[in-house]
């Protein structure tokens, strides 16, 4: 993969420009005859490398089920999970988990199914609706059938959405019995509309006259309803000829500004993604001003004014392509090294007043779709590992719901060091660890609420099973049994607490059998 690092920023500018105003094949397949990708995605194939991974205890929650060929073969651009326990991945790839799959697949827990024969091209965009999933990218047919650019599965099989768009679609957004469509495209269903455009069940229609750029062909790469709002991002200056900065909210009946909208960024400034939660828009993409306000990349709207999110990302090009939220966490995938001052690497989130990384991120390429869903956060793009395990352009973080003490050996002899993490606790307290019972000297847990420490069991110390508790508030805690013929000694990288001989081991009681 050809990297920023390797091409240099202004090369990399005029590039992302090319892809902008020319029609290309994203990742070298042959796609349907159309104009270019967003800058977005163009400017993701270009990802920088990451930091390199480190050690980092939150690593157990990334799920290690995707590395050899359980992964996805080609670039993730969209995902969406239904309420049944199944996430829907579309890009530009024809094989997930080692079975054929063309362009889109279904993860269900456990396994990878295909949506019967897929489509013949990309995949950008994915919304459900019940049993309905709408998909939309670049292609030409869905389950060999004729599907200009978006089609729907029903579960068994393919539809088209009339006679579709003109152009490429990035973005789908399902609102009852409305289907909000967004892409490059100048017609639906024949008729002529700007970018954006509504399907019914029965017919295309337009919103307003669409959006427009001041210099060059406008694009819409994210939508999202939230209520009768219906919030559009992208490449665009104005909404129905009213000024609107790469943002706007149509009401149903008319188009509104955001403010002033976002401006900055180089070489020029889009929206990619967008997300809402209650009465709150987070929006993000390529910027560093929102409504005249410092933000670097990622930022709030609560409906009358904007509001960065702390120092917002950054890194070498820090662009942020995805956005989910959970609660009070807003999860934001990308190209960024750093939020504020944490190490992110790609994905990190945001709970109302800091940021937090997810372990040591991802790594070999950048994040371009996120779905949160049954406390589980779905991580799509080009990558090559998150974690530190091998996963390919798929990955799943397991978000933490109870802090957790997690142990690498649970046997060895005598004189074994056992390596143990703790994460999920709160940050900076003091942890008393102790082993049936015997207490250690008081550790600090760091600013993530994590801890990593190792236990040496002395020579002499006697066969058994030894209980474990790290006690913030709330505790954890876990056995681990000197049983084997063999010691173990991890190499912990840190001096390991000494657990002296004298310290008893748990033992069974065995009460007398009474036989009548």
Not at 94 to 123: C, E, F, K, Y
């Amino acid at each position: 993969m050809l990297t920023f690092k390797r091409l240099g920023k202004w090369f990399c500018a005029a590039l992302i420009l090319v892809f902008m105003l020319a029609t290309v094949a994203w990742g070298g397949r042959a796609q349907p005859a159309g104009p270019a990708q967003p800058a977005a995605l163009a400017s993701f194939q270009q990802t920088a490398d990451l930091a390199p991974m480190g050690l980092y205890p939150e690593d157990v929650y990334w799920d290690d089920r995707f590395m050899d060929n359980n992964g996805v073969n080609g670039s993730v651009g969209a995902i969406a999970a239904d309420s049944n326990g199944n996430v829907y991945v579309g890009g530009d790839f024809t094989v997930a988990g080692g079975m054929p799959a063309n362009g889109i697949a279904r993860w269900d827990g456990s396994a990878w199914h295909a949506l019967g024969s897929g489509v013949d091209g990309s995949v950008y965009a994915i919304a459900v609706s019940g049993s309905d999933v709408y998909v939309g990218g670049r292609f030409a047919s869905a389950g060999g059938m004729p599907a200009s650019r978006i089609a729907r599965w029903d579960g068994s099989a393919w539809h088209t959405l009339g006679s579709g768009v003109s152009g490429d679609v990035y973005a789908i957004v399902v609102s009852g019995n409305n289907v909000y469509v967004g892409g490059t495209f100048v017609s639906a269903g024949g008729m002529p509309v700007s970018r954006i455009a509504r399907w019914d069940g029965s017919a295309w229609h337009a919103l307003g006259s669409g959006v427009n750029y001041n210099y060059a062909s406008p694009i819409v790469s994210a939508i999202v309803v939230n209520g009768s709002d219906v919030y559009v991002g992208g490449w665009f200056t104005s909404a129905s000829g009213m000024p609107a900065n790469h943002i706007a909210r149509w009401d149903g009946s008319a188009w509104h500004a955001l403010g002033s909208g976002v401006s900055g960024g180089a070489p020029f400034p889009f929206v990619r993604a967008i997300a809402v939660n209650e009465s709150d828009v987070y929006v993000g993409g390529n910027f560093t001003s929102a409504g005249g306000t410092p933000a670097n990349y990622i930022v709030r709207w609560d409906g009358g004014a904007w509001h960065a999110l702390g120092a917002g990302v950054s890194g070498e090009y820090p662009t942020i392509f995805a956005l989910a939220t959970r609660g009070s966490n807003v999860y934001a995938g990308g190209s960024a090294e750093f939020a504020g001052d944490v190490q992110i690497n790609g994905i990190g989130y945001w709970n109302g007043v800091h940021w937090s990384r997810l372990g040591s991120g991802i790594s070999g390429g950048g994040v371009s779709a996120l779905a949160v869903a049954n406390d589980q956060v779905f991580v799509g793009g080009g990558f090559t590992s998150a974690g530190g395990k091998v996963s390919q352009n798929f990955a799943i973080w397991h978000i933490p719901t109870a802090p957790k003490l997690h142990l690498t050996y649970t046997t060895g002899a005598p004189g074994s060091t056992f390596h143990f993490t703790a994460v999920g606790f709160p940050a900076s307290s003091q942890a008393v660890i102790k082993v049936n019972g015997y207490a250690f000297p008081t550790q600090t847990t760091s600013a993530n609420g994590d801890l990593t420490f190792a236990v040496h069991t002395a020579s002499s110390a006697r066969p058994g099973k030894y209980v474990v508790t790290f006690s913030v508030n709330p505790q954890d805690s876990l056995t681990f049994e000197l049983d084997s013929a063999a010691p173990v000694r991890p190499d912990v990288g840190l001096p390991p607490l000494e657990l002296p001989g004298s310290v008893p081991p748990r033992t069974m009681l065995y009460l007398p059998l009474v036989t009548r």
